[in-house]
Structures are given as structure tokens and as C-alpha cells.
């Protein structure tokens, strides 16, 4: 077990390290080919965001395992809006703008009930997976349509000022290769150690992507969270968790779709896909009802901060007593 542990620590640091490189490379080699800043940084740096999510489902799917990787993308999401956003919240109150409350958030919504509607049938089909996909490219498209009207949309704002800066050519196509040789063989050692992790534990792929995989690889998205919130961009903290969610949704669980289709565990549609929802429902209306009270926009209090981070501890517990199941 300390060596499946080993390679998951290590699995972890190397998939953000080669996903910064990653993102760097493709950026550089983009705009050195004379690429918009503003597709770069709304394609590339949306999709470095999450490729943590979208490499470790991909691997998981290739080796067999796709619960994992819809685990993963569930439970990111579940991170995201619980954890990262209440801890964030708590370290410094976050003012939700108005076009969040009416736009972004209904949207991710949509997203997540269109996800339980195709997976109704107990089933991660190839259909789905590309249907899921496709609804990437037109999430993308609308981005850049936004973007190129105004770019005050808060994740717009997240994607587009995470957009590295200019290098040469040579050094791009340098990082960008290290930084896939290191995705892949990072994500191949996550995989592995977690599947290996589950097996000893006696538990499933499905709460080991839930729990340990979506933990670690929404790390980053804590970090620059915490960090935007401080700095007073609350813009740039809520268009991260947003947009990662919606990433994780069409393109983390479409891939396994699409690698390898199959039945899904009865717990995704009873269980992890209601507390996802009941979670984004809940951080809508605690922002909303501030809104309502000052007359403005939303706002998560240190105390709806608490809220959520209590309901992220009260499904880890759901997890470990295996209740709702």
C-alpha cells in the first residue's frame, strides 16, 4: 500500500507540474503561429485547467477502469463547489456577480441534469460520451462569442488572465512535449496506484475517484482560488470553480464514453449525482438570499462558507459508512 501511496503523491505533483508546462508550451506555440491571445487563452488554458481531470479519466478508461473517471469528475465537481468554494469563502467573503446568479450558474445546471439524463439509463454509452463532447465545443464557442462581445464574464476573466506569457518558438514546442510525456506517465502512475489503493482497501474504483483522485486533482483549483479571493478577485475565484465544472461534466466523464462504454455504478444516479446537484443549489440560493438582502449582488458569507464545507464533510461520511449507496 505505501507503494500504491507513493505513486498517487507523486502522480499528483507531476500532473500539475506537466500541466502548467503543458498549458505554457501550447499557449507559446499558439500565439507564436499567430493564434488570437483570446482563443488561446479561452481553448488552451481552458483545457490546462482541467487536464488533470480530463488525462487521469482518459487513462482510467483506456486501463479498464471508467468509474473512476466518472468518480472523478463528479467528485471534483463536488470538491470544487463544497470545499474549495467554502474554504474560500471563509478565508474571504465572495462577492457573486449578478451575471453569475442569472448566466453561469443556471447554466452549469442545465449541464449537470442534461449529465443525469443521459446517464438515466444506467449506461455511459459511446453516444453519450460524444453527445457530451460535443456540448464541449459549443460551451467553447459560446465563450468565445461572449468573450468577443465582452470580456467581463467571470470566466472569461479566470481563463483569460491565467494565459501564460509570450515565449519563442523553440522553448514552446520544448514544454509542450515535456509537458505531455509528463501528463501521460503521471496520469498512468495515479491511475495505477489508486486502482491498486482501491483493491486493498476493499473499495470501489468509483469512491476512490470520488474521494482521493478528485481531491488531488482539484488541488489546483483550490490554490488559485484561495489566492483570487485574497487578492479581491472574486471574478477570477468563482469563473475557476465554474468553469472547471463545466469541463469536468462534458469533457472528464464524456471521455470515458467515447474510450470505453459500459454500465455505470447504480450509486452515480442515486447518490453522488443528487448531492452534486442539491450542492450547486444550495451555494445559488445562500449567494441569491444575500443578494436579495443588500439589493446587489450575491455574496458567500464566512458562514454559507461553513455551510458548505459541512456538507462536504457530511458526504465523505456518506462515502466511508457506504450509506445511500
Do not use: C
Not at 216 to 225: K, M, N
Amino acid at each position: 500500500m505505501l507503494l500504491d501511496l507513493a505513486a498517487i503523491t507523486a502522480g499528483f505533483i507531476l500532473l500539475v507540474w506537466g500541466a502548467g508546462r503543458f498549458v505554457e508550451g501550447a499557449a507559446g506555440t499558439a500565439r507564436a503561429l499567430g493564434v488570437s491571445p483570446l482563443i488561446v487563452g479561452l481553448t488552451i488554458v481552458g483545457f490546462g485547467t482541467a487536464a488533470p481531470e480530463i488525462l487521469v479519466s482518459a487513462m482510467a478508461a483506456f486501463a479498464g477502469n471508467p468509474a473512476l473517471g466518472v468518480g472523478n469528475a463528479i467528485g471534483s465537481n463536488i470538491t470544487n463547489i463544497a470545499l474549495i468554494l467554502g474554504l474560500t469563502a471563509i478565508i474571504a467573503p465572495l462577492t457573486v456577480r449578478r451575471v453569475s446568479l442569472r448566466r453561469e450558474l443556471p447554466l452549469l445546471l442545465v449541464i449537470m441534469l442534461a449529465s443525469a439524463g443521459l446517464l438515466a439509463d444506467g449506461v455511459l454509452g459511446r453516444i453519450d460520451g460524444i453527445v457530451l463532447l460535443i456540448g464541449l465545443i459549443g460551451f467553447i464557442a459560446w465563450l468565445i462569442r461572449l468573450a468577443r462581445r465582452s470580456q467581463s464574464d467571470p470566466m472569461v476573466t479566470e481563463f483569460t488572465t491565467d494565459m501564460p506569457a509570450a515565449i519563442p518558438l523553440p522553448r514552446a514546442l520544448t514544454w509542450l512535449a515535456v509537458g505531455l510525456v509528463v501528463l501521460l506517465i503521471s496520469s498512468r502512475m495515479l491511475v495505477w496506484g489508486a486502482v491498486n489503493l482501491a483493491t486493498a482497501l476493499g473499495v470501489s474504483d468509483l469512491v476512490i475517484g470520488l474521494t482521493v483522485v478528485a481531491l488531488g486533482t482539484s488541488l489546483p483549483e483550490l490554490a488559485a482560488s484561495v489566492v483570487a479571493a485574497r487578492r479581491g478577485e472574486h471574478d477570477i475565484a468563482i469563473g475557476n470553480v465554474l468553469g472547471s465544472n463545466i469541463f469536468n461534466l462534458l469533457a472528464v466523464m464524456g471521455l470515458p464514453g467515447v474510450i470505453r462504454p459500459g454500465p455505470i455504478p447504480g450509486a452515480v444516479l442515486t447518490r453522488d449525482f443528487p448531492i452534486m446537484i442539491f450542492l450547486l443549489l444550495a451555494f445559488f440560493f445562500l449567494a441569491f438570499a444575500a443578494g436579495s438582502r443588500a439589493g446587489g449582488a450575491g455574496r458567500v458569507s464566512r458562514l454559507s462558507g461553513g455551510l458548505l464545507l459541512a456538507g462536504f464533510a457530511a458526504y465523505q461520511l456518506i462515502l466511508y459508512f457506504g450509506i445511500l449507496r
